[in-house]
C-alpha cells in the first residue's frame, strides 16, 4: 500500500496549483482519501476529504470557496485544486486515507504519502 502526492512548487499569492495522490496496492475509489497539510512550526491540519462514494466532500474552513477535491477513478488518482492561493497556504502537503471499507471520515488516517512542498510567495 502506498500513497504519493506530487504537483507542489513554488507559485505567487493568488495563483494555483493541483496536487495528485496516486495509489499503488489498492483502489483510491473504495476508502475515503484526505489531504493534509504541515507549515513549519505548526501542527498538521485537515485540508480535504473525499468519502468512498464521492458524494461528499469536507473542507477545513481556511480553505473552504478555494479548494475542491476529485477522484479520477480510471488513473486511481485523487486531486487537490488549490485557486486563489495565499501565503499561508505554504507548507508540506500529503494524502492519507484509513483503508477502512465505507469510511466516510478522514480521522483516523492510517496510511501516510510522502508529501509534496507547497510555497506560496506574497
Known amino acids: 500500500v502506498q500513497l504519493q502526492a506530487s504537483g507542489g512548487g513554488l507559485v505567487q499569492s493568488g495563483g494555483s496549483l493541483t496536487l495528485s495522490c496516486t495509489a499503488s496496492g489498492f483502489t483510491l475509489k473504495n476508502y475515503v482519501i484526505g489531504w493534509f497539510r504541515q507549515a513549519p512550526g505548526k501542527e498538521r491540519e485537515g485540508v480535504s476529504c473525499i468519502n468512498y462514494s464521492n458524494d461528499n466532500t469536507y473542507y477545513g474552513d481556511s480553505v473552504k470557496g478555494r479548494f475542491t477535491t476529485s477522484r479520477d477513478n480510471a488513473k486511481n488518482t485523487v486531486y487537490l485544486q488549490m485557486n486563489s492561493l495565499k501565503p499561508e497556504d505554504t507548507g508540506v502537503y500529503y494524502c492519507?486515507?484509513?483503508?477502512?471499507?465505507?469510511?466516510?471520515?478522514?480521522?483516523?488516517?492510517?496510511?501516510w504519502g510522502e508529501g509534496t512542498q507547497v510555497t506560496v510567495s506574497s
Open positions: 492519507a486515507t484509513d483503508l477502512v471499507p465505507g469510511s466516510i471520515m478522514c480521522d483516523d488516517m492510517r496510511y
